[in-house]
């Protein structure tokens, strides 16, 4: 396998620092064969109209269709398990003085991975809340193919993800925005870095003044502000983490 090689000014700066934002998306799970959201041929947006299945709107109108979709997800996480990249990520925040790990991704990978507590912006596919009072509910085997009843009012279970028109949880929106403003280093792994108010915290942490190094095998609208490594995270992240602390 070919050796990758990180430019030296890199490797003394991640040596050096003391606060790190490591911000991820579905690229860091793609290759525990998860798919992404946009890739066009395989990607769930490709596949899946979001507007049929992840908006309030949608969940009103046909809850059982919506329902299904998560519960088809669920499904497939059965035998998924974290890659290097995740383990990598995990060795990064043990290394460093102060890493915070956010994450858009709804999976647990970065948990079965080690990693003690991430910042999840977009939910967690596994929880489920009740779509009237918004009490937690208890997870659901996921060959149930009707949301089940809240027994606290009768409203319907539903994932506890943000859909699309919906706000991000107030507590970890401000954790990942203050981890971004005081970061002199943010990893942006695996995401297309399109979907807000997410995708401001590179932005926001590199108009501090932070170092933005990119991991991704596309370009993104990340790359103008970004120090580039081009590649699969399951690759990259392990060789720099090897190359950092030899
Ligand atoms: P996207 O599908 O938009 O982007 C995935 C990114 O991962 C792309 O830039 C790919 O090039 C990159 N990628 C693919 N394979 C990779 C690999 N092996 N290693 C590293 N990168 C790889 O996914 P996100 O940016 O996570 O929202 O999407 C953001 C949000 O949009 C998601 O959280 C989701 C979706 O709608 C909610 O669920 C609320």
């Known amino acids: 396998m070919a050796v990758v090689e990180f430019a030296p000014q890199l490797i003394e700066a991640l040596r050096a620092a003391e606060r790190v934002l490591i911000f991820t998306g579905a690229g860091v799970s793609a290759e525990s064969g998860l798919p992404t959201f ?12 979001p507007e049929d ?11 059982e269709t919506v329902w299904r979709w998560y519960q088809w997800r669920r499904r497939m996480h059965a035998d998924v398990a974290p890659n290097p990249g995740h383990h990598a990520i995990a060795a990064l ?4 003085p102060q890493a915070t790990l956010v994450t858009q991704n709804v999976d647990r ?8 507590a991430p910042i999840h912006l977009h939910g967690h596919l596994f929880r489920n809340r009740c779509a009237d009072c918004g009490i937690a509910m208890p997870e659901v085997a996921p060959e149930i193919d009707t949301p089940p009843l809240c027994t ?11 859909w699309f028109g919906e706000g991000l949880p107030a507590e ?6 203050r981890a971004a403003q005081e970061a002199e280093i943010v990893l942006s792994i695996g995401t297309s870095a399109t979907v807000h108010p997410a995708a401001e915290l590179p932005r926001m942490a590199h108009r501090t003044g932070a170092l933005v190094v990119q991991v991704n095998p596309q370009p993104t609208r990340l790359d103008p502000i970004a120090h580039n490594l081009r590649g699969p995270s399951a690759k990259i992240l392990p060789a720099l983490v ?5």
């Open 38 to 49: 946009r890739d066009p041929q395989q990607g769930l947006w490709a596949k899946f109209r």
């Open 53 to 63: 299945l992840a908006t309030p709107e949608a969940f009103a109108r046909d809850p």
């Open 93 to 96: 925040e043990a290394r460093l």
């Open 109 to 116: 990978l970065h948990e079965l991975a080690g990693s003690a």
């Open 152 to 162: 606290s009012c009768g409203g319907l279970c539903r994932p506890d993800i943000v």
């Open 172 to 177: 970890p929106w401000e954790a990942a925005a």
């Open 242 to 246: 090897a190359a950092v602390w030899p």
